[in-house]
């Protein structure tokens, strides 16, 4: 376990502090007084001992200044100095105990467990040097080993409270990484969707814009047609600025509640606006439908817009199909065209864009797994395969939209 900061080590603080010069000097003073008051209120003639009893005393209150940075050098430098006293005056003074009752506790306190305990023996074994009877021995022993415990005790205490406080701020830093991560993801997660939404849009706006231009500048000038290639314009514009403002809205807000997403249910209307850019796609739902996870739902309507993105990028005109297949377990999503070659799907596979990356994180996320590979007849496919648990969904639909 780590002491918390200001603390120090197992061996105490890294320096001397005020109030261990404080104690240091109380003690000293004390023990001068204890030495020289009785002497000079006797009127004894005779002092000789009074000048070494109080460098007995300085010593020990010098050695209780570093009680709690060396405790181990501590103790044994109080003991020696109240051992002297009790040979120069007969018998120990109060200071000196006292003394070695608060280098017992900065023992117990501050130093490991194995010098701890080094510490209680040397004061143990001091004890029963002084003792002259069992009653003796038994006093002395619990007189030392009671400051000593209580040091044990507080330093239990210090190093639980400091061990909870190092795991709350591990948590706390756990939690602030979460945070980070989670909103990193939440970013991720708009930009992907906005690319979806702008890209499709502005590919599926464009070829209409183009379309209204090519009947009105054609020798015919069909303004019927342009006026609704121009409609269909305005249509996937509006659609687009609502999408757009949903994503913008849970960036700002973090509320994602604004419209919900579109999953499974609206790629017919994906698929209709992108025949109506001149795009020939079919719709080829298979299987007995039942109700999807939401990721799944989702990404499926994702899947099929960035495909058929793509195919009107790269495959102009061609005809496309987009297959659902409900399976045991399963479902499987496949967009495909009759594009001019490989070129498309290569480039697609190659140009390291947004799309591609979205849609296979997309998928992964939900566990599934995709695939973007060429066809021998030309053009390119996309698969998707989707975990999809089954319910009590019955009775299969085969269903062709053209």
Known sequence: MTLRPGTGTAGGPDRVSRLDVALGLAVVVAGVLEVWVPALSSGAQAMEQQPALTLAALVAGAALVLRRVRPLLSLPLVLAAVQAQI??????SVTGLAAVLVALF????????QPALLGLGVAAWWVLVQGEDLADYAFGLLLVTGPWAAGRLVRGRQLLLDELGLRNRELEAEQRKTAELAAAEERARIARDMHDVVAHSLTVMIVQAQAAEAHLTSARGDRERAAEAVSAVQHVGRD?????????GALADGDAALSPPPGLAEVDALVDTVRGAGLPVALVTSGPP????????????????EALTNVVKHAGSAAAAVRITYRPGVLDVEVSDEGGGPGGATALAGSGGQGLRGMRYRVEACGGCLTVAARESGGFVVAARFPAPLDESTGALDRVST
């Not at 900065?106 to 467990?113: I, L, M, N, P, S």
């Not at 039942?290 to 817009?305: E, H, K, M, N």
């Open 106 to 113: 900065a023992v117990g306190t501050t130093a490991a467990r």
């Open 87 to 92: 040979w120069l005056a007969g018998t120990e």
């Open 290 to 305: 039942r109700a999807l996870p939401p990721c799944v739902d989702g990404t499926v309507y994702r899947v099929v817009q």
């Open 240 to 248: 687009a600025l609502l999408q757009t403002r949903r994503l913008v």
